[in-house]
T-cell receptor, first 110, second 115 residues
């Protein structure tokens, strides 16, 4: 089983729709969780960290479920500019090594 | 301020040649990472440097790959006797310090093509 698993998609959604991605991780001792965004042929950039209590940033909501070992990303009122690949990132251990998921591709359609 | 820079941006080489890829992290960032990303694939961890500690080389795919970081700043990833399967985008990232939730800032990558 991969350390971090994501559905690669693509998810094709109309503008204004709500879309959610899940990401599962295998190491129950994982400590930190993040969502990164990667545009086509660009480098990944941090979208948001995922806190145990869940967190929201505008139209984006991230949640962590430790019992089931998954994190989720919810995007409300999708915009064309949200089209990108969303990478799930998990950090385990006492230092900064992280594991990236394969990414979920989102395409928002006019 | 200046972000992470990488050079060259593109490199085309012949099978069997050696290549060197360079990464300049953000000034003051003590942690530096190398990843590679093949077409349609996720990021594959290669190596991690943290300050003066011994690097974590657990992700290097073979002994043809090596990396060093001089003076705690610039890093060079070297691939010897390149193979076609080495073709990928090689990404470097840096972060401020060890531990906690510290954002990794990525460079634009070096696209390596081995003919």
């Amino acid at each position: 089983r991969k350390e971090v698993e994501q559905d690669p998609g693509p998810f094709n959604v109309p503008e204004g729709a709500t879309v959610a991605f899940n990401c599962t991780y295998s190491n129950s001792a994982s400590q930190s969780f993040f969502w990164y965004r990667q545009d086509c042929r660009k480098e990944p950039k941090l979208l948001m960290s995922v806190y145990s209590s869940g967190n929201e940033d505008g139209r984006f909501t991230a949640q962590l479920n430790r019992a089931s070992q998954y994190i989720s990303l919810l995007i409300r009122d999708s915009k064309l500019s949200d089209s990108a690949t969303y990478l799930c990132v998990v950090r385990s251990g006492g230092y900064q090594k992280v594991t990236f998921g394969i990414g979920t591709k989102l395409q928002v359609i006019p | 301020g200046a972000g992470v820079s990488q050079s060259p941006s593109n490199k085309v080489t012949e099978k069997g040649k050696d290549v060197e890829l360079r990464c300049d992290p953000i000034s003051g960032h003590t942690a530096l990472y190398w990843y590679r990303q093949s077409l349609g694939q996720g990021l594959e961890f290669l190596i991690y440097f943290q300050g003066n500690s011994a690097p974590d080389k657990s992700g290097l795919p073979s002994d043809r790959f090596s990396a060093e970081r001089t003076g705690g700043s610039v890093s060079t990833l070297t691939i010897q006797r390149t193979q076609q399967e080495d073709s990928a985008v090689y990404l470097c990232a840096s972060s401020l310090r060890d531990g906690g939730i510290n954002e990794q800032f990525f460079g634009p990558g070096t696209r390596l093509t081995v003919l």
